[in-house]
């Protein structure tokens, strides 16, 4: 008889439910499951009816990024048996709205991304025929690990800033533009200060580090915004010192 | 099309929930009982200054069970917030030195030297 | 009553958010910024299978390697049933093509001088696959699609599943799609539409794809009468992990890695692909074609030297002897996946590994423009077959194919919507029948039968039909038992009765894509009686270039089945040779 473990799944019909309810179902304990492969199991043999996002099932796509037990994780990389005896709470990612069962509306994080101007701006084209702008394996290392974000928002559902203020630009987004900052190939690191000097910028990041803990990509988003606070400090001083023509 | 999705709301005790979450409270807490103890070696400070009497005076004052359960209770939160920031500077700051990123560890090891040396700098101010 | 206007009317369309599609669009929006152009996919574009490709991409850029070289690479790779027209100008332009993603910010790896670095790759005799570590996809398809949002004018439809084409008086005249989050059915109306929709390996059952491969653009193309072409060569790659499919990639073999038998025993040697060497070889042994070392592997599990595992037979891919520094530098995201997935760690681990399905060489018939003979309507990416890739495909060369055929279909169909006359509003009654049919799904009273049963028989029945060693007997047993599913399917119910997210009647609905595909790819290799590169038949074991020279179309009958028809292979420098490897 093949061990068993209960998910509690969070269940919300728009167009039905006023507000999510749960739902139980016991799935089989296998040990190379996933929490993910436990919501397909359901999905195809128990309840057709289930609504969730998956994809690549590697931890390379950012998709399936739900709270287990409440805590963001990403349902893929998750195992099963780390939860035995059971039960497991699987519940929509935090943070963001719930638009049916485990499916969040991430709108909100995809207006976010254009703000930040995330893309090489250069004062000037250098022609793809002239060749790759050069860049040493040390340049690329300085915001390597920024450009690992997989846009997972698990960082969004841990921050507690942004569960309570959601215009906050958020840890990814601003990693991602320091991710760009520190690409030696890019010259745009004015313009994007510029938008997040704001109130809902940097500087709505009271450096809580929950982000950090939780990406499962190291990304270090916590690091990249007080990095960035610096910066932005280190760039009022010398605008309120020098004058025009040396800044 | 209306929005039909549903927000959750956050509840007032959410900082209660996790313990990473009760850790940074406490670590913003502390901020306060710093400025209760910068206050307090103020006051000492000026009481020093007035004489013998006043000193005195002040440390009377010191002894009454309040202020020990406060100042303890404080000394504690002045721990919390020292290990916490150590701890998050590397973080925070990147240092490079001749092209090499300097570990975190070293970091951190370094502003615990430094604190010691400071303190001992005081101490031998204060005993000589 | 009237009919609801469309949710949006655009010059060019694009279906599929991944490198091919974002690349066509951004191709559009650069050059002709006077015309609309928009991005529909079924998922947020940064979640699009692009994202997992792992190795590198191929362009010709070090010193002493010449375009002559990866144009033959590519042909020989291809087992000659490439174009070589075709290939001869994807070569010239996959270089320039990663330089641009370069300039968008790309993080190539790099030598000591900042230069871009190549590495080898399997079949190429040269070292010209430019990577990004061992993440080469997942930072191109980030680049593209963070370059993307610079042209705000773009217009994204994410998460709309294209549920079919319009298509009137032999051209294009839009999409009808589902919106996920509301479940409303509307037209999106375009002069021109680009398919980009990648691959569909979830016809099988053990696959590197993810959920989302399920082959949708192909579908819309087939049945819109534009043909499929060469639909029988699948790709088995030879790594992937047991039990969850997972892709390790070729680069471990280009940076040195062994496959090994039960007996700890270099086995490709058995197999005319060179001799064994402590380094890598290039085009020899661990470097050798990916269809060549698949094959290799159902040699070896036949003389019962494959090791068994709960999970299947599998061989060992050997790593120890690169040292951990090179492992981290080089290959961090294997070592990730293999600690995580296998509980293993390559450094000291062997790891297991067995063929997969991966890619799919066949796709919707274009030229070399992206052009179908459907006006307005292209195809790029995984999704299409120019052809380039022939009966095999080499690691690395699909990347900059997504690049290069992206930003020639993204032209194309800008020069053709340039000058092309509105879409109609007479297709409006295809829209009706289409938002009729689709409610009608939903609608079916359940029997004791369900998508997911009927998806994996359809698995089951493709991985008997269309393994890597395929006969006669088998394919047609398998046409039969599709043919049968094909009849289930339409009487299955949709449980869920939800507009909003209805992932269940998604599901029925790319179930219904990949049964038409799987068709086509059972009829073609039923067809194709030779063996030429992915396809292998042990009843026509030899490689027949009399006969079978050519490609095959699939095209879509009035009873939806598929009819297939030949057209013969360009070959324009390099006649038709035999394939050496590791000699």
Known sequence: MDDQIRLRVTRYRPDKDREPTWQDYDVPLREEWTVLDALNHVKSDIDTTLAFRWSCRMGICGSCGMNVEGEPRLTCATFLSDYAPGPVRVEPLGNFPVARDLVVDIEDFMEKLPRVKPWIIRDEEQPVDDGEYLQTPEELDAYKQFSMCINCMLCYAACPVYGLDPDFVGPAAIALAERYDLDSRDQGARERLDVLIEHEGVYGCTFVGECTRVCPKHVDPAGAIQRYKLKAAQQSVKAFLLPRALR | MSDLSYRRPISVWWWTRKRTYFLFVMRELSSLFIAWLVLYLLLLIRAVDRGPAAYADFLDRAASPWLVVLNVVAFGFVLLHTVTWFSLTPQAMVVSVRGRRVPGAAIIAGQYAGLVVVSAIVYWLVTR | ?583
């Open chain 3, 1 to 583: 009553m009237s009919d609801p206007p469309p949710a949006g009317t655009h010059d060019v369309l694009l279906v599929g958010g991944g490198a091919a599609g974002l690349r066509a669009a951004i191709a559009v929006a650069e050059s002709r910024p006077d015309l609309d152009v928009a991005v529909v996919s079924k998922v947020y574009p940064m979640r699009s299978h692009t994202v997992s490709a792992e190795g590198g991409a191929a362009g010709v850029i070090a010193e002493g390697d010449t375009l002559e070289e990866h144009i033959y690479d590519t042909i020989s790779g291809s087992d000659w049933l490439g174009d070589q027209d075709a290939i001869e100008a994807f070569v010239h332009e996959a270089p320039r093509e990663l330089l641009r993603l370069e300039h968008w910010g790309c993080p190539w790896s790099r030598q000591q001088d900042g230069h871009v670095a190549v590495r080898a790759f399997g079949g190429m005799k040269k070292m010209r696959t430019w990577f990004a570590a061992d993440k080469t996809g997942f930072h191109m398809l980030h680049a593209l699609f963070q370059t993307s949002l610079k042209f705000g004018a773009v217009r994204r439809y994410d998460e709309w599943f294209v549920t079919k084409l319009l298509v009137d008086d032999g051209r294009v005249h839009g999409v009808v799609a589902v919106e996920l989050r509301t479940g409303r059915i509307e037209a999106i109306a375009a002069k021109a539409v680009i398919l980009a929709t990648g691959g569909c390996g979830k016809v099988f059952p053990f696959t590197t794809n993810a959920n989302i491969n399920t082959g949708d653009g192909m579908a819309l193309a087939y049945r819109a009468g534009a043909p499929l072409k060469d639909m029988e060569f699948v790709q088995y790659h030879p790594t992937g992990l047991p039990f969850t499919g997972i892709l390790i990639t070729e680069a471990t073999r280009a940076e040195g890695a062994w496959l090994l038998n039960k007996d700890g025993y270099r086995y490709l040697q058995d197999y005319d692909l060179g001799k064994p060497t402590p380094t890598p070889e290039l085009r020899s042994m661990e470097l050798g074609p990916r269809d060549r070392l698949s094959q290799a592997f159902i040699h070896e599990q036949e003389k019962g030297r494959t090791v068994e595992s709960p999970y299947g037979d599998v061989v060992h891919l050997d790593l120890r002897h690169l040292g951990a520094k090179l492992i981290d530098t080089k290959l961090p995201f294997v070592r990730e996946l293999c600690l995580k997935y296998e509980r293993i760690d390559p450094v000291t681990d062997l790891i297991p590994v067995r063929p997969v399905v991966h890619y799919m060489m066949g796709g919707v018939s274009t030229d070399g423009d992206g052009a179908t003979p459907v006006a307005g309507l292209f195809a790029a990416g995984e999704t299409a077959c120019v052809s380039i890739n022939g009966a095999n495909r080499l690691g690395s060369n699909s990347l900059p194919e997504c690049l290069v055929f992206g930003a020639r279909a993204g032209a194309a169909a800008a020069e053709y919507a340039g000058s092309a006359a509105p879409p109609s509003p007479t297709v409006a009654a295809q829209v009706s029948d289409e938002v009729r049919r689709i409610e009608g799904v939903m609608g079916e009273v359940p029997r004791d039968d369900s998508v997911a049963s009927i998806r994996t028989e359809m698995q089951e029945t493709m991985e008997e039909a269309a393994g890597i060693y395929r006969n006669g007997e088998a394919l047609a047993k398998g046409a039969d038992r599709l043919r049968e599913l094909q009849g289930r399917l339409p009487k299955v119910g949709v449980l869920d009765t939800s507009r909003s997210w209805n992932t269940e009647l998604v599901g029925a609905l790319e179930a219904a894509n990949m049964l038409d595909i799987a068709e086509c790819m059972l009829a073609s290799a039923l067809q194709r009686e030779e063996s030429r590169g992915a396809h292998q038949r042990t009843d026509f074991p030899a490689r027949d270039d009399e006969r079978f020279l050519v490609h095959q179309l699939n095209h879509r009958d009035a009873d939806g089945t598929p009819r297939v028809e030949k057209l013969p292979v360009t070959i324009t420098r390099w006649p038709p040779g035999e394939r050496v490897y590791g000699r």
